[in-house]
Nanobody
Framework: QVQLAESGGVLVQAGGSLRLSCSASGRTLRSITMGWFRQAPGKEREFVAAVRWSEGSTYYPDSSKGRFTISRDNTDNTVYLQMMRLKPEDTAVYYC????????????????????WGKGTLVTVSS
């Protein structure tokens, strides 16, 4: 089992920046892929970013490129999502996710590959 705990969600003005954190505990993270999804009100959950824990390689959908950066810290088992130039449409509950099952990073974009979910943290971007 892997336990995930997100933090950092707040109310922020459009154009601002925010960093979310996800603390992981439980099984070894050596072969894990971790990432972020988000779900806006009335919409389906969507993939935001992924990182391979072992080498730190990352993957983003086109919608995240240029504004969002995912990283991980091996020393304290934490994954971060740095978000810049936030827009009101970025308002959502952001979920940390993890899986040992994905072969390629891009496969993690399918939420059905996710084995573990955090409870989510709310990010609200005001216009």
């Amino acid at each position: 089992q892997v336990q995930l705990a997100e933090s950092g969600g707040v109310l922020v003005q459009a154009g601002g920046s925010l960093r979310l954190s996800c603390s992981a505990s439980g099984r070894t993270l050596r072969s894990i892929t971790m990432g972020w999804f988000r779900q806006a009100p009335g919409k389906e959950r969507e993939f935001v970013a992924a990182v391979r824990w072992s080498e730190g390689s990352t993957y983003y959908p086109d919608s995240s490129k240029g504004r969002f950066t995912i990283s991980r810290d091996n020393t304290d088992n934490t994954v971060y999502l740095q978000m810049m130039r936030l827009k009101p449409e970025d308002t959502a509950v952001y979920y940390c996710a993890a899986s040992y099952l994905v072969g390629s990073l891009s496969a993690f974009s399918n939420e059905h590959t996710v084995q573990y979910w955090g409870k989510g943290t709310l990010v609200t971007v005001s216009s």
